[in-house]
């Protein structure tokens, strides 16, 4: 039986968020009677006049006299003085709740009223305030969309606790649960600092024998600061003494963080400065996503889920330029940051992977300005200058940002953690701490399968090793190298088969010596790097989707620009040549050491192959599209000789099996590989287990499907290629792309 309405509701104060919260319990039919008591006579009959109440009082005892629900809005430092008044009247059954931006205050003030904290009050706090006050700013749809923190105790009654939670719920609100401590905690830092740094403002420059010339010359920046200067004084007076511990505090880190600033400026320190600055420019990037719900945090915390939906046909015609290199873009923030002088990198891959990294070197505190359209500038601090981060650094879904790190931080004299999301956590790592033991690392992974976090203890001196790496991977490699730098002697890695090398080429171009005989690379430790210009090229591997795409597709004629052709990656054009496509390679040049050229791809007619395995190393990321080529191909198609890609960011041979059994098509996956039979893909619901690459290439099978692709869990298609959606659908693709709350079926 729904306890909805209440009968009586009781309102103790009725300012902007009691009057809002009134006009919810109006608007919704959710009391039968609604009392209210207020100082104010005139707030009580405008109150009355907007249909809010049915009486008004000016004593909480008679206003909450038989109410099943009170609901306290009014200054918090009242808060004692009220309970007091009302104890008396207070039935067994009825429960009261609060609005108070604080809530120690709340539950003290009960306590003292009670001598124990009663089980029928629930603290609460709707984030949902603005520098408006009064029964007539109130709006019915104050709270939708905002945070409500409820601050039970343990001796809350639950009932009690879910009559207030629905509440907020009807009103619109998302409701959390924290301790009473941490909110006063974190309210003292986000709303009751900048609060009082804004009153503070205002006043020192209205203090001043030329205020008015101040206020009349004042631009964007003092109205966006100072806007809630605007805000109640009475309310905010109560909320300061209430929160006085937690405040000072907070009051008193930043006093710290405006002395640095003050230091820096009086010294004309330029990194410092910048260093400040663009680490609270991309913390505020970083939280206005989190709030929108979109990119970089979403990953993270992705209480949402993306779905693409792709409905047949389509072409592939034009020109395009797809996103930089997600490989070089990692090194050249890596290299850049610990080279000397300024690196200025353009084409930067502005996707989560390598946003990863670079947020990892702002951490260790690295000045780096930008991204803005791929441009980034690195202020390098030399081999020598990192600092310890202030907490574990967390690189997403990255598997290329923990292994390199793991050779860079087996260096440092600080300790780090490393951590990552859900599929990272079941990634190998102990391919790299091993060989880096061996250096002399001290370096710890989780678990029984060596997986992260990873925990390195700095203060390590290594030496050169020579290893012999028993699986291809560039990422093994290139881990060990960059310890190498650090090690005494020379480090030399040896490959069972050819791996991307672009660790090697970027190395030399910052000035590194690096000795390449046969498979084996050599570095010597001890050298240092000098900071250069990189240019990003396109990433071929995310070109391979459009590579794929438009060989599959009817009537297609498609140029890709500025691809990276590094011979270590050609493998996808080899193989898709060996099928019959048809690519062009056009106007072949180098630029910033890697070879790049334009690839022209029309659509033909594909013949399923035994795909050579010397290959696979060198289209090792771009399987889960070829794998839809095969589909799309006549005959069979078989791969052997690529068990790696169990271990990508998903168990790619089994989510693509699965996922083109769904659509029709005969795939048996094996321990290393798969047989694929061409035929005609049907449509159907498949789940990219939140890889990127998979998400991609069963987005591009809808050019042959007949009938809708519904792929699930597709947000971390912005950890490589951010606008895929966009570019897909300016070449020909019918997709789009939905949010759904995770749990909900499609
Ligand atoms: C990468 C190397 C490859 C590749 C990954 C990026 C790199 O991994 O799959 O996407 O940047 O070094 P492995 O070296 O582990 O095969």
Not at 112 to 121: A, D, G, M, Q
Not at 214 to 230: K, L, N
Not at 431 to 448: D, F
Not at 600 to 610: F, Q
Request: aromatic content about 4%; overall charge negative.
């Amino acid at each position: 039986m729904s306890r909805w309405p209440l009968r009586h509701v009781a309102f103790v104060g009725l300012g902007l968020i009691g009057s809002s919260l009134a006009r919810v319990l109006r608007e919704q039919g959710l009391a039968e009677k609604i009392t209210a008591c207020s100082r104010s006579r005139e707030t009580l009959a405008q109150a009355k006049q907007l249909g809010l109440i049915d009486i008004g009082y000016l004593n909480a005892v008679d206003a909450v006299r038989g109410a099943d629900l009170v609901v306290l809005a009014m200054p918090v430092n009242a808060t004692e003085t009220v309970l007091r008044e009302i104890k008396s009247v207070i039935a067994s059954n009825t429960v009261i709740t609060d609005v108070g931006s604080t809530k120690g205050s709340v539950v003290e003030a009960a306590l003292r009223v009670w001598s124990t904290t009663p089980k029928f009050l629930v603290p609460g706090h709707p984030i949902a305030g603005s520098e408006q006050s009064g029964v007539q700013a109130g709006k019915v749809d104050l709270f939708v969309g905002h945070k409500v923190i409820l601050t039970p105790l343990a001796e809350t009654d639950s009932s009690a606790v879910e009559l207030v939670r629905e509440l907020w719920q009807r009103a619109g609100a998302d409701v959390l649960e924290m301790t009473v401590a941490k909110h006063d905690q974190v309210l003292a830092r986000t709303s009751h600092l900048p609060h009082l740094l804004a009153f503070s403002l205002v006043d020192t420059l209205a203090s001043e024998s030329d205020n008015l010339d101040v206020f009349r010359y004042a631009a964007g920046g003092f109205r966006d600061f100072t806007r809630i200067a605007a805000s109640d004084p009475r309310m905010w007076h109560d909320i300061f003494l209430a929160n006085r511990e937690a405040v000072l505090q907070a009051l008193t880190a930043f006093e710290t963080g405006t002395a640095t600033l003050k230091q820096a400026i009086n010294a004309g320190d330029s990194a410092a400065l910048l260093g400040i600055f663009t680490r609270a420019r991309a913390a505020r990037e970083h939280f206005t996503h989190m709030l929108a719900g979109t990119a970089y945090a979403k990953s993270m915390t992705a209480s949402k889920e993306l779905i693409y939906n792709v409905t047949p046909g389509g072409r592939f015609v034009g020109r395009v330029r797809v996103p930089g290199d997600k490989s070089i873009s990692h090194r050249s923030i890596m290299l850049g940051s610990l080279a000397e002088g300024v690196t200025e990198v353009s084409g930067f891959l502005e996707g989560e992977d390598a946003l990863a990294t670079l947020q990892a070197f702002r951490d260790m505190g690295v000045v780096i300005e930008g991204p803005e359209r791929g441009f980034v500038r690195i202020h390098g601090v030399g081999l020598h200058g990192l600092k310890a981060p202030p907490g574990p650094l967390y690189v997403g879904n990255s598997g290329t940002s923990m292994r390199l790190l793991s050779g860079i931080l087996s260096a440092q004299a600080f300790d780090t953690v490393m951590t990552g999301d859900a599929s990272l956590n079941k990634r190998p790592m102990e391919r790299i701490a091993k060989p880096l033991r061996s250096m002399g690392a001290s370096i710890q992974t989780t678990g029984e399968r060596g997986t992260p976090p990873v925990s390195i203890q700095g203060g390590q001196t290594l030496t050169g090793i020579h290893y012999d790496m028993p699986i291809a991977s560039a990422q093994v490699k290139s881990g060990v190298l960059l310890a190498g730098l650090w090690a005494q002697g020379t480090t030399s890695v040896t490959e069972p088969a050819p791996t991307r090398d672009h660790s090697e080429r970027m190395l030399r171009g910052f000035g590194y010596a690096v000795d390449v005989q046969g498979n084996t690379v050599s570095i010597q430790g001890g050298g240092k790097l000098t900071a250069t210009r990189i240019d990003v090229p396109s990433d071929i591997s995310s070109a391979a989707f459009f590579l794929v795409a438009a060989s599959i597709a009817e009537g297609s004629d498609l140029t890709l620009e500025h691809v990276g052709m590094n011979p270590t990656r050609t493998g996808v054009i080899d193989i898709l040549r060996l099928m019959g496509a048809n690519i062009e390679v056009i106007n072949p040049r180098e630029s910033g050491g890697e070879p790049v050229a334009d690839l022209r791809v029309r659509s033909a007619k594909l013949t399923g192959i035994n795909i050579p395995e010397h290959l696979v190393p060198l289209a090792i990321d771009e399987f889960p599209s070829l794998f839809i080529a095969a589909a799309c191909a006549e005959g069979t198609t078989v791969l052997t000789g690529a068990e790696e890609l169990r271990v990508k960011e998903s168990d790619r041979i089994q989510v693509m099996a699965d996922g083109l059994l769904t659509l029709g098509i005969d795939i048996k996956p094996t321990e290393d590989g798969a047989v694929i039979v061409g035929g005609q893909l049907q449509g159907g619901e498949v789940i990219s287990h939140g890889d990127h690459r998979i998400a991609m290439s069963f987005a591009i099978a809808g050019l042959r499907a007949n009938a809708a692709i519904v792929i699930r869990d597709c947000a971390n298609v912005a950890t490589s290629f951010p606008d895929f959606i966009g570019l897909a659908k300016r070449c020909g693709l019918n997709i789009s792309a939905y949010e759904q709350s995770a749990g909900d079926s499609v």
